[in-house]
């Protein structure tokens, strides 16, 4: 058994030794730019921001409109940015290190074999609507999660991905004996056409130890014993023993448990507007959530036009919050964010894109980086016939120049060659698929694919911190695919007219352009929600991808089930759903009014900390 407990620590960048206050001085960190010599603009102490009104305001821009803020199905940015501010979570983000850290939750223990959390709760705490927050309000909370166990929505993908069921016999069935020299593309009705190849044939290939079916073996063993086929969500039940005390059993190890719980999907909702909503048990059958955020957080959340308005609710046991009400508009034009910065018409906004970098460095703008923790990828729709092949895969992957992408992306980003970020500290894949176009036309020959037009989906009007400009990301992606004979359809859609929901259910089956931005820092964060159940996105059907991630999930800590991802992650590269593009560094930019600003590398960035001049 192990207990935290509470305590206060000095605001620090994950990762780094470094102040908010530091960074925001001038230090541009990874972006590899220095403002030394620039003098910022002194702060006008009668500005609040050119919204007016009373109190203390601050006035930010985002790239996109939020969606819904019922947390467990505000998966796109922009609403977890609002939901962060509305909600508390049980473990909350040490600011210094980036681990589980109390929130809702004073303290807990983990019981040894990890199928047992007990969590004390803080006292006196309520919710905007004025009803108490308790052990009966987390485990309505709960419940909820569980039911969404066997939900197959992604948007809740968060949620029941962790806490799933298994339902698919596919997953239970022996592997084949044939040995094979190399690693294959993991069992799916794609890779089993009359199109296919051996992969050795052209890729580089993995010389770890492999199992009967010629797959990476997870060397920990299977905690599952391989009795896979109609499994019951992980999670048992939640109880009460008292009004301070919850008690979490599970069915089988959640080893990244605490560290998903800081994941805004497991935001505490209060359980009356979860009533109001219809929404104990599972997904709402109402509206109500969408616009009606009931939590115990530092905000309350209204809007204004296409604004957001967030009100303080002082008292609220983060600390003292030094301003009465932040206001977030939505403006997706980069040159409009930069003017109305520079007009003062804004304290600051998200998402710097590398074609204004100079001109915020010129005019003294503040511009901290995120340290990474993002990719970007090119996806592949399986229901395209084309994609379907595997030689056709490989050749996209062979005629991209990844290097040549990263002047669209702010410095210190790099090429990817894992759907993993670095940091996590998994092994890249032995596979790899280095630029030649010459192999990418030997393939499409083998295909005998002539030139006939794939869908190619892309989002306008936006930047996300894996896509900081998408037109011209694809711009360059379909000039590289063009030089080997590749044609593409282009499919423009404005993100805020439903380029998420777009791809997410494979409305234009072809190639599209997305990322995965981590939310918490364990490998199950990037790769459960993709690659756990076969999605619309990339209609990829793995079997054995969705076993070894469950074998990963409740492997202990540890070399193992380090070696487990690793293993994952080679599958993943030979069967290709989708090409890394990029790590990325993002970052804001910050007007002299801001003094500190919690930067994070997994965007939890409370606005309750933000101080101003």
């Not at 006196?124 to 709960?142: E, L, Q, R, Y």
């Not at 895969?393 to 990263?406: K, P, V």
């Not at 790769?527 to 996105?537: D, H, I, K, V, Y």
Request: net charge neutral.
């Amino acid at each position: 058994m192990h207990a935290v407990s509470r305590r206060k620590t000095r605001m620090q960048l994950p990762g780094t030794n470094l102040s908010r206050r530091a960074v925001l001085g001038g230090s541009l960190g990874a972006l590899g730019v220095l403002l030394a010599g620039c003098t910022p603009a002194q702060p006008d102490p009668n500005n609040t921001g050119g919204n007016g009104g009373s109190g203390r305001l601050l006035s930010l821009q985002t790239p996109a409109s939020s969606g819904s803020w019922d947390p467990v199905i505000g998966s796109d940015l922009e609403s977890q940015r609002i939901t962060r501010q509305v909600y508390d979570r049980l473990v909350g983000i040490d600011a210094q290190t980036g681990n589980p850290a109390p929130s809702l939750a004073e303290s807990w223990t983990v019981s040894e074999d990890g199928l047992s959390y007990e969590f004390v709760l803080r006292q006196g705490i309520t919710f905007s609507d004025d009803t108490p927050f308790n052990a009966d309000a987390v485990v309505a909370n709960v419940n909820r999660w569980k039911a969404l166990g066997s939900v197959k929505e992604y948007d809740a993908a968060a949620i029941s991905t962790l806490l799933d069921a298994v339902e698919d016999s596919k997953e239970s069935t022996p592997t084949p004996t044939k040995q094979s020299p190399s690693p294959s593309p993991s069992q799916t009705p794609q890779s089993s056409g009359p199109s296919q190849e051996p992969t050795t044939q052209d890729d580089a290939t993995t010389s770890r130890p492999e199992d009967a079916a010629g797959l990476p073996q997870v060397k920990g063993g299977d905690p599952l014993d391989n009795q896979l086929s109609d499994v019951e969500t992980a999670l048992i039940s939640a109880a009460a023993p008292d009004e301070r005390t919850v008690r979490l059993t599970l069915r089988r190890p959640i080893t990244p448990l605490l560290r998903a719980l800081t994941h805004p999907a497991f935001s505490i909702v209060s359980p009356q507007a979860l009533k109001e909503a219809d929404a104990l048990r599972g997904l709402a059958k109402k509206d109500t959530l969408r616009r009606g955020a009931v939590g115990t957080g530092p905000f309350t959340a209204a809007t204004d036009g296409e604004t957001v308005v967030l009100t303080a609710r002082h008292g609220h046991f983060s600390g003292e919050i030094a301003v009465d009400q932040i206001r977030l508009t939505p403006t997706p034009r980069v040159s409009r964010r930069v003017w109305d910065l520079e007009a003062q018409k804004s304290d600051g906004f998200d998402l710097v894109t590398v074609d204004v970098l100079k001109e915020l460095v010129l005019s003294a703008v503040q511009v901290p980086p995120r340290d990474p923790f993002s990719v970007t990828y090119l996806g592949l729709n399986r229901s395209n016939k084309w994609l379907a092949d595997d030689r056709v895969r490989r050749a996209l992957a062979h005629a991209i120049d990844r290097n040549a992408l990263l002047d669209l992306f702010l410095s210190s980003s790099k090429a990817a060659s894992s759907p993993l970020a670095p940091s996590l500290g998994i092994e890249d894949p032995g596979t790899s698929y280095p630029f030649d176009p010459e192999k990418a036309r030997r393939l499409l020959a083998d295909a005998k694919y002539t030139g006939q037009k794939i869908p190619f989906l892309f989002p306008t009007d936006v930047a996300r911190p894996y896509l900081p400009l998408p037109e011209r990301l694809f711009s360059k992606l379909s000039g590289m695919l063009s030089t080997v004979g590749i044609t593409v359809e282009p499919v423009a859609v404005k993100w805020d007219d439903g380029y998420f929901t777009a791809v997410r259910t494979g409305r234009h089956a072809g190639l599209h352009l997305l990322g995965i931005q981590g939310t918490y820092r364990d490998p199950e964060n990037f790769l459960g929600p993709l690659f756990s159940r076969t999605t619309e996105q990339l209609d990829y059907d793995s079997p054995e991808v969705r076993r070894r991630l469950r074998v990963a999930r409740a492997l202990p800590e540890g070399e193992s089930r380090q070696q487990a991802y690793a293993d994952i992650v080679e599958l993943l590269t030979v069967d290709l759903p989708l090409i890394p593009l990029v790590y990325p560094i993002s970052s804001l930019a910050l007007g002299p009014r801001i003094l500190e600003y919690p930067v994070s590398p997994v965007l939890d960035e409370p606005l309750a900390r933000v101080r101003l001049a």
